[in-house]
């Protein structure tokens, strides 16, 4: 197996089928760490768990999966891309099958840069619709003129017609996608793309070199140079992704916070908008201090690890390759 070249396509089947199966099991979390960080004023939540019995309990079970259909959609192109870069560039930068640490972070460098093309818009339309349930507890007796006047832009979510305060209706990725584009054209999927790059970046570089030296660990001593090559054992990938996941997401947090704020386009009352990065930071620190650069912080853990453990896991077990072997 260790002259056997890098399938491109395995890779993108492997990454994509990956991308599903962590979704599917993390993106509760995900939904109460979105709605986690951009409590500015009104708390809402006190924290993940209160915030996962509230949404059940005002928007029943499947509230908690608010937004999951387009990261369903996007994540298998997004995984795909992030996982198969990586492992290309870490082929083009390998000498002999050997690959120095900065090679490594090169390589994650160059995944985390690619993937931004799918992450950014599939962020964008996620947060709106994850937010929206912050948004209706936080004016629970809002009128329909009220809400429509609470956000710098009331046309991306729609209109509630019949005098229903407590159900708001629910945006959908369509009506915001369709507004977007008419009113901002393409960049308006592309809202935070910056901070998208500045967090995804040292993520990659973080997260990849980590992952491929846990998982490393233990195989050379087994029999000498050549069991290099030998593939990790499932459970050896699962925890190797979960720690790297783990460690990954903390360090870039506060990058998170900042890419979150800026691509909410809809905020409660009290709740700053932001012209930038710059801006962003600067009105975060001065009004809510430097620990809400953490916030969500453990939520986003406890998302990344097992999306990146089950991800790699499931990666490492070469669905791809099976997939293709069936179909020659």
Not at 194 to 206: K, N, Q, W
Not at 291 to 298: D, H, T, W
Request: proline content about 5%.
């Amino acid at each position: 197996m260790g002259d056997k070249k890098v399938s491109l396509p395995a890779k993108l089947i492997n990454g994509g089928v990956a991308g599903l199966v962590g979704v599917t099991c993390v993106f509760p979390i995900d939904l109460a760490k979105t709605r986690l960080q951009n409590q500015q004023g009104v708390q809402v939540y006190k924290g993940m768990f209160d915030c996962l019995a509230k949404t059940i309990r005002s928007e029943g079970y499947f509230g908690c999966y608010r937004g999951a259909a387009v990261n369903l959609t996007l994540v298998t192109p997004e995984k795909a891309i992030k996982l198969a870069a990586n492992d290309v560039f870490r082929q083009k930068l390998s000498k002999d099958g050997h690959l120095p640490l900065w090679g490594e972070i090169l390589a994650g460098c160059g995944a985390g840069t690619c993937q931004v093309v799918v992450t950014t818009p599939m962020e964008m339309l996620k947060i709106q619709l994850q937010d929206a349930g912050r948004l209706a507890a936080q004016r629970p007796m809002a009128t329909p003129s009220q809400t429509a006047a609470a956000g710098p832009a009331p046309s991306l979510v729609a209109s509630a017609s019949q005098a229903r305060p407590a159900r708001p209706q629910r945006p959908s990725a369509t009506g915001i996608t369709v507004e977007l584009l008419k009113t901002r054209g393409l960049a308006g999927l592309y809202r935070g793309a910056g901070a998208t790059l500045m967090r995804d970046v040292p993520f990659s570089m973080i997260y990849f070199p980590l992952f491929a030296n846990l998982n490393a660990l233990g195989r050379e001593a087994a029999e000498g140079h050549a069991a290099v090559q030998v593939r990790a054992p499932f459970w050896q990938s699962f925890v190797a992704g979960c720690s790297a996941g783990s460690i990954a997401a903390v360090a870039v947090t506060p990058l998170d916070v900042i890419k979150t704020r800026l691509q909410t386009l809809q905020k409660g009352e009290g709740e700053d908008t932001y012209r930038g990065i710059v801006d962003c930071t600067r009105r975060i620190l001065s009004r809510e201090g430097p620990s809400a650069f953490l916030k969500g912080a453990a939520c986003r853990a406890l998302v990344i690890a097992p999306l990146f453990g089950i991800a790699q896991g499931v990666y490492f077990l070469g669905v791809g390759e099976a997939v293709l072997g069936l179909l020659e």
